[in-house]
């Protein structure tokens, strides 16, 4: 029982403590993973939070004998460290980026995620997957792939293999898109900076925005740095509507539908954007952030049914697939009707 102070009881750190140390544990092996892939091959070609998924999950399927007694921990590090992680994302986000971004490529943007995540639930919904399923994966695509989804799954009430299997799909692909967008600049005859706004609406996630547009040329990567960071500060919004609109929350008063780390992100950010928290703690707090979304993602691939997440690979993979088809041919038709140069 806990004491009346709040205190967490002996008995419930046992609880956790196990799943938590395995949880900590895969996350320090997909860390190192994830440093041996820039070491060999230049580059992260998958992420330390997609690897922490993927290696809990095996880890669950071949090693664990009892994860009944590892789950209280694994779904504290998936559940409550997340929530953590979302605040903190909240105090790297500096808003200003979204006025710099100029009026007509803002109204682009946020056009473009909106379309993206409504024909994209739609489209996943007619592949056969449940709406919630549809939702983060259209979520992350939309906006920044793993912390999307992410922040998204305890709103909508997504299951663990669904967050697992988005995740892991949109990841793959999005490596895809890094090799084969750069083939675009001739194809299409794109300038540095054109390529960087499709980049930057296109590809799913900072740091592979980061890989797809920095090669090219330093122009092409402010540029995809830029629209890609106006997207990521779109989550916040994107998850307080969802939280107001899905799952149980739509029959729940405002102040009772909004989750504490959604308040926290934005107040965070407010602190951020007004210098109360420096420039030179943002990095510092976005790396806090990645750090903790990793142990999270441990814990949520601890709990993963990896049957589940094969059965509905098709399905998720064709819904990813329509998705960055639909915000390529936007992103191409946005930079044309602006005249960007």
């Known amino acids: ?45 998958l992420e330390a939070i997609v690897l922490a998924i993927l290696v809990g999950a095996v880890v669950r399927t071949a090693f664990v004998r009892a994860p009944a007694r590892f789950e209280r921990g694994a779904a504290f590090a998936s559940g409550f ?75 909508v009430g997504a299951r663990r293999d669904e967050v697992a299997s988005a995740i892991a799909f949109t990841a793959v692909l999005g490596v895809v898109v890094i090799v084969g967008l750069p083939f675009l600049i001739p194809l299409l005859k794109l300038s540095d900076t054109q390529y960087g706004v499709v980049a930057g609406l296109t590809v799913y996630a900072v740091p592979q925005v980061i890989a797809a547009a920095y090669p090219v040329s330093v122009a092409a990567g402010q540029a995809a740095t830029l629209v890609k960071l106006t997207r990521v500060l779109l989550l916040g919004p994107v998850v307080l509507i969802l939280s107001l609109t ?30 109360v928290i420096p420039a030179s703690a943002g990095d510092v707090v976005r790396e806090g952030a990645r750090l903790l979304t990793v142990l999270a993602m441990a814990g949520l691939g601890l709990a ?20 960055l088809v639909l915000m390529l041919a936007m992103s191409l038709a946005l930079v044309r009707l602006l005249r960007v140069a």
């Open 1 to 45: 029982m806990n004491s009346p102070t709040g205190g967490v009881s002996t008995s419930y750190a046992r609880s956790v403590g196990p799943g938590l140390a395995l949880a900590l544990l895969v996350s320090v092996v997909a860390w190192f993973g994830e440093r041996l892939f820039i070491a060999v091959a230049g580059r992260a070609l």
């Open 246 to 275: 899905e799952h149980h929350a739509a029959h729940m008063k405002w102040w009772k539908a909004v989750p504490w780390y959604i308040i926290g992100f934005g107040i965070a950010a407010a602190l951020r954007t007004t210098d």
């Open 81 to 155: 460290i997340l929530e953590c992680s979302i605040v903190l994302l909240g105090a790297g986000s500096d808003l200003r980026a979204l006025v710099a971004a100029g009026p007509a490529i803002l109204s682009g943007i946020v056009v473009i995620v909106g379309v993206t995540l409504v024909v994209g639930t739609y489209v996943g919904q007619w592949f056969g997957l449940p709406r919630t399923h549809a939702l983060l994966v259209a979520v992350g695509n939309a906006i920044c792939g793993n912390s999307a989804i992410s922040a998204a799954a305890p709103v």
């Open 304 to 323: 993963v049914d990896l049957q589940a997440v094969r059965r509905v690979g098709a399905r998720v993979g064709n819904t990813v697939l329509v998705s």
